[in-house]
């Protein structure tokens, strides 16, 4: 924990707005992807409803583009689940990560707070964790917003059918490598500490990426990025 | 306006399962040590992660290389957003010169 001399000055309302706009650029490259999901899930025979029911109750991007090429009727539960557990299940080494940052939130906040936690909101309040406490306020600032605007987009997605371009030949889809390559920067300590984690991470990820259909080339590649770390780390030097 | 049972039954097993991804990180982070190699792991996940996710996309052609190698040096002195509007310019751009 390192309290430090701006939380004296900010209020919940101004962190809330800081996690908001930490998160817009986000949101911005986010929406054609939640057009074009709503979109999809619709010429499935999904209703707006439905898309509704499962952008707030299940709210993870990647997996719901799998669950909607997927979706049959009847609805093949047992599959759709499978494929949302296995695509997600990066999840639970942020979660791991990001617990030591939120651990003194209000215990119901940090029971519904992983509810909201996407991948550009995690990376965004790690970031944030490296510069300053995190506050309930700048979390949920960030995680509320992608949230409604997931929403928003993927509701509006079914109505505007066939309307929208591919975003992979207007190049949205490279949005989110830039928002990544941009918030990683913040965690470079060094070629001698971040050095293997980046290297060893990148190289299982891509041979996994090759071989391996799904998303488990994310975590192949951070358990090689953390493995580096701890084989490359003295252990006099390990310190919190 | 209607929602199917089977596709209700659907979203909420996906649901369940996904917050149960979401929450076993937090619930375990509690057991794990505060020094030692489990720590080190733990400090070195988000990097290894974000690099995780973004190296096949970086590496999946030539457009996307350059146009990543643009946005490191551009997120040293850009604000986000901005680094987010070159890059999708760049790589839409360079997708159709180099045919990609």
């Known amino acids: 924990m390192q309290p430090t001399a701006s939380d004296a000055s900010s209020t919940p309302a101004r962190e809330f707005l800081a996690g908001a706009t930490a998160i817009a650029p986000a949101v911005i490259a986010m929406v054609p992807f939640a057009l074009i999901l709503g979109q999809q899930a619709a010429a499935k025979g999904l209703s707006p409803l439905e898309m509704l029911a499962m952008s707030s109750i299940v709210f993870a991007g990647s997996s719901q583009f799998l669950a909607v090429s997927l979706w049959s009727f009847p609805a093949p539960v047992a ?17 791991a990560s990001l617990a030591g940052k939120v651990g ?5 906040m940090r029971v519904v707070g992983p509810y909201f936690m ?15 406490r995190l506050t309930p306020a700048y979390y ?9 605007c997931w929403q928003i987009g993927t509701v509006l997605g079914t109505f505007l059918g066939a309307l929208i371009d591919d975003p992979v030949r207007l190049g949205f889809d490279f949005a989110f490598p830039a928002i990544f390559i941009s918030l990683a920067l913040g965690f470079w300590k060094g070629a001698r500490q ?18 391996v259909p799904g998303a488990w080339y994310v975590v192949a590649g951070a358990l090689a990025g953390i493995a580096a770390a701890v084989i490359t780390t003295p252990h006099e030097a390990v310190t919190p | 306006m209607t929602i199917d049972p089977w596709n209700l039954a659907a979203i909420l097993a996906m649901g369940v399962l996904t917050y149960l991804t979401r929450i076993t990180g937090f619930l375990i982070a509690d057991r794990l040590p505060k020094s030692g190699p489990v720590r080190v792991a733990l400090n070195a996940l988000p990097p290894a992660v974000l690099t995780a996710v973004v ?26 957003l901005l680094v987010v509007v070159i890059a999708v310019v760049l790589v839409a751009t360079l997708r159709q010169i180099l045919g990609g």
């Open chain 1, 79 to 95: 599959a759709l689940a499978l494929a949302a557990l296995l695509i997600n299940l990066r999840h639970v080494l942020m979660g």
């Open chain 1, 104 to 108: 003194h939130f209000p215990k119901w």
């Open chain 2, 55 to 80: 190296a096949p996309a970086v590496l999946s052609g030539p457009a996307e290389a350059i146009t990543a190698a643009v946005t490191l040096f551009a997120a040293f002195r850009l604000p986000l």
């Open chain 1, 140 to 148: 949920f600032g960030a995680a509320l917003t992608l949230f409604g």
């Open chain 1, 118 to 132: 996407a991948d550009e909101t995690w990376a965004v309040v790690e970031r944030r964790a490296l510069a300053t």
């Open chain 1, 194 to 211: 971040t050095g293997p984690v980046m290297v060893a991470a990148a190289v299982v990820a891509v041979a996994v990426h090759a071989v």
